[in-house]
């Protein structure tokens, strides 16, 4: 005895029959030769006859209608036995299709991120295996200093799909006592790329595209304020929205920059600075030019300008930011100054009170 052929119905033609029956409409046709069973190869008519004209229209070489009368989708069933392991085969070929998706989309975050694809046979094998949380390391190196990264992959609890949360940065900076380190958050596998984490731990200013916490996008300038750190070890990220003011064009028209004066080089000179990047360009006084390097300050509103072995010049911008530098630091010394006095002058109210108090108790004796 022939054994019978085993269907996968779709969910979404299983929904569609469903909805057909309760309408009336108790004639299948569907196509035997298929495994699968999809919105486009079972449909259900109101007569026979319809349906029987629907299969002699389709079948071909390919595809052979039969028709079949249900009054439930039980009686559907039993005319199209569920094949559970045909159910499996499936399942996993559309698991490995899924896969190979996240993994070609993981690998262009990657890329995009500029940590390029040395990375990815890693990652695949991460992958493949199902781990549920995946760490990869990393290093680069940027302007002859090192960075290090550990980034922290994890996979969804419902549909499994993996995601780029984070990544820790190291800075091995030689001329501070200790290494930098700072984790940055990614928001669908998008932020904070690996160089504009370098630009980010040497002190300098990255102009960035954000979002807020009701996903609003906004931009602004971001920079590390390495003296300040919350919570969870990381240093504090000041922003300077659009509203504070800073125009970096107008920053750098104060400056004889050679690269100014030609469109394309103005472009890739913003693009650059707003990256982050100590930029060189060309100092031109008097007809004579010297190589600088510059960066973006929106703290002050301002570039800062170093010679070309990399040390700070104090031509007149650079002396209005370090007048500007000191007067915060003066304000900030002062405002920390008052709250001292505030608190010292709290706790002498308090020790005056308790003898009082105590006076009045004996007193009363």
């Known amino acids: 005895m022939e054994q019978q052929k085993q269907y996968v119905i779709a969910e979404e033609a299983q929904e569609r029959i469903e909805l057909a029956l309760a309408q009336g409409r108790n004639w299948i046709a569907y196509d035997s030769n298929a495994a699968f069973l999809g919105e486009w190869n079972i449909h259900a008519f109101s007569t026979k006859g319809q349906a029987i004209n629907f299969a002699a229209l389709e079948n071909d070489e390919t595809e052979q209608y039969r028709v079949f009368h249900a009054s439930s ?53 991460n992958v493949v295996n199902a781990q549920p949380e995946i760490q990869l390391k990393t290093e680069a190196a940027f302007n002859g200093q090192k960075m290090e990264a550990m980034l922290y992959f994890r996979k969804g609890e419902q549909n499994e799909i993996y995601f780029f949360n984070k990544y820790e940065a190291t800075l091995e900076n030689e001329s501070q006592e200790k290494d930098r380190s700072q984790t940055f958050y990614l928001n669908r596998g998008y932020g904070i790329t690996f160089k504009e984490a370098f630009n980010l731990l040497e002190g300098r200013a990255v102009n960035k595209d954000l979002t807020d916490s009701k996903g609003q996008k906004y931009n602004a300038w971001v920079q590390l304020d390495f003296g300040s750190k919350d919570k969870y070890n990381n240093y504090e990220m000041k922003q300077y929205h659009q ?26 000179l913003i693009s650059s600075l707003k990256k982050g990047n100590l930029q060189s360009v060309s100092f031109e006084n008097d007809g004579v030019k010297n190589r600088m390097f510059i960066e973006a300050n929106p703290k002050f509103k301002t570039i800062s300008v170093y010679d070309q072995h990399k040390k700070i010049v104090l031509n007149e911008s650079q002396k209005e930011e370090k007048v500007k530098e000191k007067s915060v630091d003066k304000e900030e010394t002062k405002e920390a100054r008052h709250e001292n006095k505030q608190d010292k002058s709290k706790r002498r109210s308090k020790d005056e009170l308790e003898p009082e108090s105590i006076s009045q108790k004996r007193a009363r004796r």
Request: aromatic fraction near 8%; hydrophobic fraction near 35%; avoid cysteine.
């Open 243 to 268: 509203n504070y003011g800073y125009d970096l064009e107008k920053a750098l028209s104060k400056h004889p920059i050679v690269e100014l004066e030609n469109v394309d080089d103005r472009k890739m």
């Open 73 to 125: 989708m039980a009686e559907v069933f039993r005319e199209l036995p569920y094949g559970r392991e045909l159910n499996n085969i499936l399942s996993n070929q559309n698991k490995l299709i899924m896969n190979a998706e996240n993994l070609e989309y993981l690998k262009e975050n990657l890329k995009t991120m500029g940590f390029g694809d040395k990375l990815n046979k890693e990652l695949e094998l």
